[in-house]
């Protein structure tokens, strides 16, 4: 993986070389190996390199074709590379390098836009057309690698991360008031806005076009429609395990090591499992164990699995002391995220990458073949009769506000009564709310319509509900939380991830998949299940899903009180500008007092003050960060 940025001036104005330096400097830790700046009047490209494959000079970007009329600066792994680059050489193209980055200039230079919709990967890349004089930005279809984009008068910057972007003496880091409710929902802002108003993220799946005649999107992903009628039981498992094995072998291609993330439940073993298959060589396997709380703790799970397969595993225990790295991450993020499990995301990251270079992952399993049960929750509840659902829905509207804060029991209930009554694709968003509406309006200043649940725009497709569920799902949560936390957490070390779940193929195949396969007999991920039965002991298929969490309730009760008191206690706390500071102070009482356990949503208030004290300072002459140096 690498990192990106550049700058176009809209009326025509050089470049500032020394501006492009700057923001390619601030993503030194996405590639430390080398650096590049081209800069073509008013454009300019620059690149940070992390060397997976062709590891000499001639990787180097930003990248040209043959005679310059095209360069890129590119961050990411196409893994369907080598078919693509065999067809190019058949058709005239000369290489300089053995790079997948080539491939894009040549397939952008042979078959225009229509030519990048063959890309099978993670990517996210800038390309800048001299002839046509066309700037062209893309993104991955799920999002895997970031591209953010600030527009404001004559200027647009783009960048892996917003820190490169804070980095043009421009930047206007205005906050979108809109923002701060909008994160307390869902513990993200959900795309393509972003915490600050000029600047949004490229919409995965989609190019954006940057012409004399004007600015154009271009959507080159949609998710399958789903089968009419599904293949046979038996043959849906042999097609899945195909593709999920074809999917692990095209990750295995680098000049450096590789290893994988190894939880012992079913996604991460199944990765493994192929790799054991495919790969020369001793595999090795990464996982984490958790202090103090067995709930959390999957770590005995991955020791059986690694003694199963035989790979060289290795482990890492985890404490409270963990959160010691809390202030330099939450930098690295630029924004508050409230999913507190990049925590040990970016602990995993970093020993993986004492030993290897490139780990696999098992992300996506979830989303592909619906392995959280509020997909099972949400599906069932379809069937209740809608008049019973809105008649529950409005027993809870009429129960008191405080209720939702003093008993955990009543709360759970009134909560799962009141989002019955919602459309199908609401009823989702708001069932996994950080903040549920009834204490955000608690919250929130200034409530108005902004603390009503966000209504995420979603593809539509005439689907089964547990397939609608599946899209919703892979839209919002799989883009702004699973994959920006897999890839802030590795890239702060330098290390590169790949997800096979998210291979084009697969998800091609899984998505359609009607969802009978998907949840049967009460049984989730019931497909993947048939497809690898024999790959794995059965316990890892009937064991109880823990999730990649940290025991954030009794540590922000114990040794992590401290921060809480430190950062959210105080009358001129950051976050108080936006939210009722006796709101606050109710949900931190009830929670070290017991009465609830509000560990995670005060992770996110955390979170979210430490990033307002932070951009209360100036952004561009800080010191750099022991998280943006490359690991020694």
Same mark, same amino acid.
């Not at 940057?210 to 046979?232: C, H, I, K, L, Q």
């Not at 003694?307 to 330099?328: A, I, K, N, W, Y």
């Not at 899209?471 to 890239?491: C, F, G, I, P």
């Given at each position: 993986?690498?990192?990106?940025?550049?700058?176009?001036?809209?009326?025509?104005?050089?470049?500032?070389?020394?501006?492009?330096?700057?923001?390619?400097?601030?993503?030194?830790?996405?590639?430390?190996?080398?650096?590049?700046?081209?800069?073509?009047?008013?454009?300019?490209?620059?690149?940070?390199?992390?060397?997976?494959?062709?590891?000499?000079?001639?990787?180097?970007?930003?990248?040209?074709?043959?005679?310059?009329?095209?360069?890129?600066?590119?961050?990411?792994?196409?893994?369907? #590379?080598?078919?693509?680059?065999?067809?190019?050489?058949?058709?005239?193209?000369?290489?300089?390098?053995?790079?997948?980055?080539?491939?894009?200039?040549?397939?952008?230079?042979?078959?225009?836009?229509?030519?990048?919709?063959?890309?099978?990967?993670?990517?996210?890349?800038?390309?800048?057309?001299?002839?046509?004089?066309?700037?062209?930005?893309?993104?991955?279809?799920?999002?895997?690698?970031?591209?953010?984009?600030?527009?404001?008068?004559?200027?647009?910057?783009?960048?892996?991360?917003?820190?490169?972007?804070? +980095?043009?003496?421009? #930047?206007?880091?205005?906050?979108?008031?809109?923002? =701060?409710?909008?994160?307390?929902?869902?513990?993200?802002?959900?795309?393509?806005?972003?915490?600050?108003?000029?600047?949004?993220?490229?919409?995965?799946?989609?190019?954006?076009?940057?012409?004399?005649?004007?600015?154009?999107?271009?959507?080159?992903?949609?998710?399958?429609?789903?089968?009419?009628?599904?293949?046979?039981?038996?043959?849906?498992?042999?097609?899945?395990?195909?593709?999920?094995?074809?999917?692990?072998?095209?990750?295995?291609?680098?000049?450096?090591?590789?290893?994988?993330?190894?939880?012992?439940? =079913?996604?991460?073993?199944? /990765? /493994?499992?192929?790799? /054991?298959?495919?790969?020369?060589?001793?595999?090795?396997?990464?996982?984490?164990?958790?202090?103090?709380?067995?709930?959390?703790?999957?770590?005995?799970?991955?020791?059986?699995?690694?003694?199963?397969?035989?790979?060289?595993?290795?482990?890492?225990?985890?404490?409270?002391?963990?959160?010691?790295?809390?202030?330099?991450?939450?930098?690295?993020?630029?924004?508050?995220?409230?999913?507190?499990?990049?925590?040990?995301?970016?602990? =995993?990251?970093?020993?993986?990458?004492?030993?290897?270079?490139?780990?696999?992952?098992?992300?996506?399993?979830?989303?592909?073949?619906?392995?959280?049960?509020?997909?099972?929750?949400?599906?069932?509840?379809?069937?209740?009769?809608?008049?019973?659902?809105?008649?529950?829905?409005?027993?809870?509207?009429?129960?008191?506000?405080?209720?939702?804060?003093?008993?955990? #029991?009543?709360?759970?209930?009134?909560?799962?009564?009141?989002?019955?009554?919602?459309?199908?694709?609401?009823?989702?968003?708001?069932?996994?709310?950080?903040?549920?509406?009834?204490?955000?309006?608690?919250?929130?200043?200034?409530?108005?319509?902004?603390?009503?649940?966000?209504?995420? +725009?979603?593809?539509?497709?005439?689907?089964?509900? =547990?397939?609608?569920?599946?899209?919703?799902?892979?839209?919002?949560?799989?883009?702004?939380?699973?994959?920006?936390?897999?890839?802030?957490?590795?890239?702060?070390?330098?290390?590169?991830?790949?997800?096979?779940?998210?291979?084009?193929?697969?998800?091609?195949?899984?998505?359609?998949?009607?969802?009978?396969?998907?949840?049967?007999?009460?049984?989730?991920?019931?497909?993947?299940?048939?497809?690898?039965?024999?790959?794995?002991?059965?316990?890892?298929?009937?064991?109880?899903?823990?999730?990649?969490?940290?025991?954030?309730?009794?540590?922000?009760?114990?040794?992590?009180?401290?921060?809480?008191?430190?950062?959210?206690?105080?009358?001129?706390?950051?976050?108080?500008?936006?939210?009722?500071?006796?709101?606050?102070?109710?949900?931190?009482?009830?929670?070290? +007092?017991?009465?609830?356990?509000?560990?995670?949503?005060?992770?996110?208030?955390?979170?979210?003050?430490?990033?307002?004290?932070?951009?209360?300072?100036?952004?561009?002459?800080?010191?750099?960060?022991?998280?943006?140096?490359?690991?020694?």
């Amino acid at each position: 993986m690498c990192g990106i940025a550049g700058v176009l001036n809209r009326d025509g104005g050089p470049i500032n070389r020394e501006v492009l330096e700057l923001m390619s400097g601030r993503l030194i830790h996405r590639g430390p190996d080398s650096e590049g700046v081209e800069v073509f009047g008013s454009v300019g490209l620059a690149h940070r390199r992390l060397s997976v494959i062709d590891l000499s000079a001639n990787g180097r970007q930003p990248m040209s074709n043959e005679d310059g009329s095209l360069w890129i600066t590119y961050n990411g792994e196409v893994y369907n #590379f080598e078919c693509l680059r065999a067809d190019l050489i058949k058709q005239g193209h000369v290489f300089r390098s053995r790079t997948d980055t080539e491939v894009v200039v040549h397939l952008y230079e042979q078959e225009g836009l229509a030519g990048l919709a063959k890309l099978n990967g993670q990517f996210a890349f800038a390309l800048w057309d001299e002839h046509n004089k066309r700037l062209v930005l893309g993104r991955d279809r799920t999002g895997q690698k970031p591209l953010y984009v600030y527009e404001k008068g004559p200027i647009v910057a783009f960048a892996s991360e917003l820190k490169a972007l804070y +980095a043009h003496p421009a #930047f206007d880091q205005d906050i979108d008031p809109t923002a =701060i409710p909008r994160f307390l929902a869902h513990g993200y802002v959900p795309g393509p806005a972003t915490f600050h108003r000029h600047v949004t993220k490229l919409e995965p799946g989609t190019l954006r076009l940057f012409e004399a005649r004007g600015d154009r999107t271009v959507r080159y992903w949609s998710f399958p429609a789903t089968m009419a009628n599904g293949p046979a039981p038996a043959e849906a498992a042999r097609e899945v395990r195909t593709r999920v094995e074809e999917a692990v072998r095209r990750r295995l291609v680098a000049d450096v090591p590789i290893g994988a993330f190894l939880s012992g439940g =079913i996604d991460s073993s199944v /990765v /493994v499992a192929a790799m /054991v298959r495919q790969a020369e060589g001793r595999v090795r396997t990464f996982s984490l164990g958790f202090d103090g709380d067995p709930r959390f703790d999957e770590s005995r799970y991955a020791r059986r699995v690694a003694e199963f397969l035989g790979t060289d595993h290795v482990e890492l225990r985890v404490g409270p002391d963990s959160f010691q790295m809390l202030p330099q991450l939450l930098e690295h993020l630029d924004e508050p995220f409230g999913d507190s499990s990049i925590i040990p995301t970016a602990i =995993i990251s970093r020993l993986a990458r004492e030993h290897t270079t490139v780990a696999l992952t098992g992300d996506g399993g979830d989303e592909l073949f619906a392995g959280y049960r509020r997909f099972m929750t949400t599906a069932y509840v379809e069937r209740v009769p809608r008049v019973l659902r809105l008649a529950l829905a409005q027993v809870s509207a009429m129960a008191p506000a405080s209720a939702h804060r003093t008993d955990a #029991f009543a709360s759970k209930a009134l909560r799962f009564a009141s989002r019955m009554a919602p459309p199908l694709r609401e009823r989702l968003h708001e069932w996994i709310a950080m903040f549920p509406p009834e204490l955000l309006k608690e919250l929130l200043v200034e409530p108005g319509e902004a603390s009503s649940p966000v209504r995420t +725009a979603v593809q539509a497709n005439r689907d089964d509900v =547990i397939n609608q569920l599946l899209r919703v799902n892979a839209q919002t949560y799989l883009v702004e939380d699973l994959n920006v936390k897999v890839d802030r957490a590795s890239m702060a070390y330098s290390l590169e991830t790949r997800s096979p779940f998210l291979d084009v193929e697969l998800m091609r195949y899984a998505f359609a998949l009607p969802g009978r396969y998907k949840i049967r007999f009460g049984q989730m991920k019931w497909i993947l299940r048939q497809a690898f039965a024999d790959a794995l002991p059965q316990w890892v298929f009937t064991r109880r899903k823990m999730g990649f969490g940290l025991p954030l309730g009794a540590w922000f009760r114990g040794p992590l009180r401290p921060l809480i008191d430190e950062h959210l206690r105080p009358r001129e706390a950051h976050i108080y500008r936006w939210l009722r500071r006796a709101s606050v102070m109710s949900l931190v009482d009830a929670h070290a +007092a017991g009465r609830r356990d509000y560990g995670h949503q005060l992770w996110a208030l955390l979170s979210l003050e430490l990033w307002l004290q932070r951009i209360g300072h100036s952004q561009r002459q800080r010191p750099m960060t022991c998280m943006e140096r490359p690991p020694t």
